[in-house]
C-alpha cells in the first residue's frame, strides 16, 4: 500500500511529505493506523543537527510520540486485536541487553550498533499515515483512552516522568519544584508534579499565556522567565531554593536561572534539549546540588503515566492538525503560539 510520511530527507532541511511504500508486517511486527502523532520541539531540534553528529541514516519518517489502531498483526504476535487502541513506547532498544529486559530501552546499550533510538529517531516514526513498530513489546493497550487525545502520553508525559521519579526522595511535603518552560512537556510535569507530590510547583515562562495554563494545570505559582526571575523564586522559597528543578527549555539563560535557584543538595534536570551550557565548577552549582540530563522514560513508567490518565488525573492540552498541515504546526511551536501539543491526526 501506498501513503503519505512526512521524512526527514536531508540534515538542517525542513522534512517531506513524500510517498512511501507500507509492507506488511514481519514476523514479531505490528502495522499500527496512526491516530494521533506529537509534534515535538525535540523534532525542531533534530531537523536543524549538522550531518554527521547522529548516528542515523537520512531518509527516515519523523513522529516519535504516538498512539494509534492495531492495523495487522505479523507472525507469531498474539494478544492484540485489530482495532484496539494502543500507545507506542518510542524508545525502540534491541529488547534484549539487561536494560531493555528491565523495561528501560531508553538506556539499550546496543544503540551503537542499531543505529537509531526508536521510530522517527533514526527508523521510521509516525509522522505518516501507518507505522510498523518492531514488537509488540513496545505497545501498551490504552482502553477507553483516544489515541487522537493521549498520544502524547508516550513523551511529552512520559519524559518528565520519569525525570520526577529521579527526584522523589527530594519532592517530599514542605519541598518546592521549579518547571521552567510550560509548553507540551512542561505541562505535563506540572501536572504529574500535582499528582504524585505535594511539593510546591512554581511554573516559570515567557509566555503569560502559558503561565496562566499551567495554573490552570495546577501549578500554586507562576513567575515570568526575566532578569527578576531568580529574586522571585528565592523570594518565594525563603530565600532557600527549589529542591528540584526541571529545565524543559535549556538554554544558557534558562540554566542559568536553574542553577540560581537551586537548593543545596538539590537537583537540577535538564530536559530542554536547547543547546545551552551550564558551567560545572564548585561554586557553579549549589553546594551539593545533582545535575542531571534525563533522556526520556521506561515502559514501566509509561504504563504509570497511561494509569494517572485512566484515572482522570491529567489533562492533556491538544490541538490537532491534518499531516498535511505539520509545517504549520512546527511554525506555531517556533512562534510559541502552541496552547499544548501538537498532534497530527493523519485519519482525522
Ligand atoms: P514547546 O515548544 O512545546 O515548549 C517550550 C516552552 O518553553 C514554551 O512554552 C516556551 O514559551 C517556553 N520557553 C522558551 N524559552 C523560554 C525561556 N527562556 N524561559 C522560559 N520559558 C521559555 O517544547 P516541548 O515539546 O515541550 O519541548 C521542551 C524541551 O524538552 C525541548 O528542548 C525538547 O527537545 C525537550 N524534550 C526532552 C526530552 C527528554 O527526554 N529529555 C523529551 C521530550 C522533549
Ligand atoms: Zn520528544
Ligand atoms: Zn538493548
Not at 525502540?92 to 550498533?113: A, L
Not at 549549589?286 to 488525573?313: D, I, S
Request: aromatic letters at 6%; hydrophobic letters at 40%; one cysteine or more.
Amino acid at each position: 500500500m501506498k501513503t503519505k510520511a512526512y521524512q526527514l530527507v536531508e540534515w538542517q532541511k525542513p522534512p517531506e511529505l513524500r510517498e512511501v511504500e507500507v509492507r506488511e508486517p514481519g514476523p514479531g511486527e505490528v502495522l499500527l493506523k496512526v491516530g494521533g502523532a506529537g509534534a515535538c520541539h525535540s523534532d525542531l531540534t533534530l531537523m536543524g543537527i549538522p550531518p554527521g553528529f547522529m548516528p542515523y541514516t537520512l531518509p527516515f519518517t519523523l513522529g516519535h510520540e504516538a498512539a494509534g489502531w492495531v492495523e495487522a498483526l505479523g507472525p507469531g504476535v498474539t494478544g492484540f486485536e485489530r482495532g484496539q487502541p494502543v500507545l507506542v513506547y518510542g524508545c525502540w532498544g534491541c529488547g534484549r541487553c539487561k536494560p531493555c529486559r528491565m523495561g528501560s530501552e531508553n538506556h539499550c546499550e546496543r544503540v551503537p550498533e542499531l543505529r537509531y533510538h526508536g521510530g522517527g529517531l533514526g527508523r521510521d516514526g509516525s509522522l505518516a499515515h501507518y507505522v510498523l513498530v518492531p514488537s509488540s513489546r513496545l505497545l501498551v493497550p490504552m482502553g477507553s483512552l483516544d489515541p487522537r487525545d493521549w498520544a502524547p502520553l508516550a513523551d511529552a508525559a512520559l519524559a518528565p516522568y520519569h525525570a520526577l521519579k529521579r527526584a522523589l526522595p527530594l519532592l517530599v511535603p514542605g519541598s518546592t519544584a521549579v518547571v521552567i518552560g510550560v509548553g507540551g512537556v512542561g505541562q505535563m510535569a506540572v501536572q504529574l508534579l500535582r499528582a504524585v507530590t505535594a511539593a510546591r510547583i512554581i511554573a516559570v515562562d515567557m509566555s503569560l499565556e502559558k503561565l496562566a495554563r499551567a495554573k490552570e494545570l495546577g501549578a500554586d505559582e507562576t513567575v515570568r522567565s526575566d532578569e527578576h526571575a531568580v529574586g522571585h523564586i528565592r523570594e518565594l522559597t525563603r530565600g532557600l531554593g527549589a529542591e528540584v528543578v526541571m529545565d524543559v527549555v535549556g538554554v544558557d539563560s534558562t540554566l542559568k536561572l536553574a542553577a540560581g535557584v537551586a537548593r543545596q543538595s538539590g537537583q537540577i534536570q535538564l530536559l530542554g534539549i536547547g543547546g545551552g551550557v551550564l558551567p560545572f565548577h564548585f561554586f557553579g552549582v549549589p553546594l551539593e546540588c545533582q545535575v542531571v540530563a534525563p533522556y526520556w522514560g521506561t515502559l514501566p513508567e509509561l504504563m504509570e503515566v497511561l494509569a494517572l490518565a485512566q484515572a482522570g488525573r491529567l489533562r492533556m492540552t491538544v490541538e490537532h492538525f491534518s499531516l498535511e498541515q505539520l509545517p504549520e504546526a512546527f511554525q506555531r511551536m517556533r512562534g510559541g503560539t502552541l496552547k499544548g501539543r501538537a498532534v497530527i491526526t493523519p485519519h482525522g
